[in-house]
C-alpha cells in the first residue's frame, strides 16, 4: 500500500521524508526549512549530502520515519565498597 503525499505546511524542520516521481525515488533525506506559502521546502539530501530545493509540485512527498537508535547501555558496575572507618 502506497503512502498518501502530503503537503508542505505539514512538514516540519527534522522531518525525514521521500521525493518520488513516476514511481522512482528522486530524493530522500532530512528537511532544513519550509516555506508552506510558496508550497516549497529544503532538504539535506541523505545520498549527497547536498541541500536540495524541492517542488511539490512536481513530486510526490512521503513522509517516512526516522532510523530507529538502539541505545547503548553502559557494562554494569559491581557496588560500591563502603569507605574504612577508623
Do not use: C, N, Y
Request: proline share 10%; hydrophobic share 45%.
Amino acid at each position: 500500500m502506497e503512502a498518501p503525499g502530503i503537503r508542505t505546511a505539514q512538514l516540519r524542520i527534522g522531518d525525514q521524508i521521500e521525493a518520488w516521481h513516476r514511481g522512482r525515488l528522486f530524493h530522500k533525506g532530512r528537511v532544513t526549512d519550509v516555506v508552506p506559502a510558496l508550497e516549497l521546502f529544503w532538504i539535506l539530501d541523505a545520498r549527497t549530502g547536498a541541500r536540495k530545493l524541492l517542488d511539490p509540485e512536481a513530486l510526490e512527498i512521503r513522509q517516512v520515519d526516522p532510523p530507529v537508535k538502539l541505545e547503548v547501555s553502559a557494562k554494569p558496575q559491581p557496588p560500591a565498597k563502603p569507605l574504612a572507618t577508623a
